[in-house]
């Protein structure tokens, strides 16, 4: 890696160069809640100006960049003796800005399981590959807890990070792409002050997190506690809504939907983001639900998160960013769950 510092009016001019010649999309207040918290999400932006980079937390998080709620796999169409096959995977330069060390953490997660997993997705490493990603240090919010999965700091699965040490950015390198972009850029090398401004800012933030979960011993608590009173308190609140995973980062899951086109002369496939909280997850043909009841969906969900299965198991994936907990309408958070569990053991 290699490290560079540059004042904020330079990286302000180096952002609107980058916005001008590709599409790129940043951190934009969109709504306010009821409470009065602003309600951001990752827009596309014609200027630099137009981002607020200060931004606290945004609804979904970049995932849908790369894994989008729903996506055409590819198109078929039919004639009397034959049929075609369209697959489509080609995904135009693009440009994140703003992205947070949890969020990009993340998608290291994803990258492991689908881009050098047993079954690589190319609509996933198409948008991976294509897309220029700058992160960005922040405060946390309170309720964030991602110091605890050691995900507030972030060495991967970005092109280029931004630490705030003032008047100027202190920038990590991480791609070539990245060090092309800035050699005509009014950046230096830094200074020894520079170094102490940038561990001054990393303590100061390291101590700013509110939140925790204890998460040691985490997976051995979750094997001896399967058949916890916990599901079931928990599951007994859940809706089924699958806004948790609809928000969370790490979430992957997703269901394949077919449809003929009225003249059946053509169909689609496609890909749908889905969460193993839904009723029907579980549900096979012929009818048989293997998990009709709802605290057996959530707990199968916090396994997978905490537990790990398949690509990633005994790694945890969730990285700490409490949207789901945010995002729930039955007050379900993975702090309480876990804490719960915990208490049992
Ligand atoms: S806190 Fe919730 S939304 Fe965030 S990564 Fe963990 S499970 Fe996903
Ligand atoms: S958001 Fe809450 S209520 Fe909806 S499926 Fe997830 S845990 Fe259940």
């Known amino acids: 890696m290699i490290y560079k510092v540059i004042t904020k009016n330079e990286f302000k001019k180096f952002i609107n160069g980058l916005i001008g010649e590709n599409q790129t999309f940043g951190p934009k207040q969109v709504d306010r809640r009821a409470d009065g918290k602003a309600v951001y999400q990752f827009m596309e932006v014609s200027s630099f100006d137009e981002m607020d980079l200060n931004y606290t937390v945004t609804y979904s998080s970049v995932k849908n960049f790369f894994l989008p709620f729903k996506e055409e796999l590819s198109h078929f169409k039919f004639s009397d003796n034959d049929w075609e096959q369209a697959v489509e995977y080609r995904v135009n330069p693009r440009v994140i800005v703003g992205a947070r060390p949890c969020d990009i953490n993340a998608l290291a997660i994803l990258d492991k399981i689908l881009m050098r997993g047993a079954f690589p997705s190319p609509y996933y490493i198409a948008r991976r590959k294509n897309t220029f990603l700058i992160g960005m240090d922040h405060e946390p919010p309170e309720d964030c807890f991602c110091k605890s999965l050691g995900h507030d700091t972030v060495h991967r699965g970005f092109n280029l990070f931004c630490e705030d040490i003032g008047e100027q950015y202190y920038l990590t390198i991480n791609s070539s792409k990245a060090f092309v972009f800035l050699k005509n850029v009014k950046a230096g090398k830094p200074t020894k002050k520079d170094d102490v401004k940038l561990i001054e800012r990393r303590k100061l933030l390291r101590e700013s997190f509110q939140a925790r979960v204890e998460v040691a011993g985490l997976s051995s608590v979750l ?44 169909s689609r496939k496609e890909r749908v983001q889905y969460s193993c909280n839904l009723v029907d997850f579980a549900q096979v043909a012929g009818g048989h639900n293997f998990r009709p009841l709802k605290e057996d969906r959530l707990k ?15 790694d945890p994936i969730c990285v700490g960013c409490n949207r789901c907990g945010r995002a729930c309408l039955a007050g379900i958070n993975p702090r309480e769950v876990i804490s719960d569990l915990q208490m049992e053991g």
């Open 223 to 266: 094997d001896i506690e399967f058949k916890s009173p916990v599901w079931k308190k928990w599951g007994d609140k859940c809706l089924n809504c699958g806004s948790c995973a609809m928000v969370c980062p790490t979430c992957y899951c997703y269901g394949i939907e077919e449809t003929i086109d009225v003249g059946m002369k053509s």
């Open 300 to 314: 199968y969900r916090f396994y997978h998160h905490y537990r790990g299965f398949a690509e990633n198991a005994d």
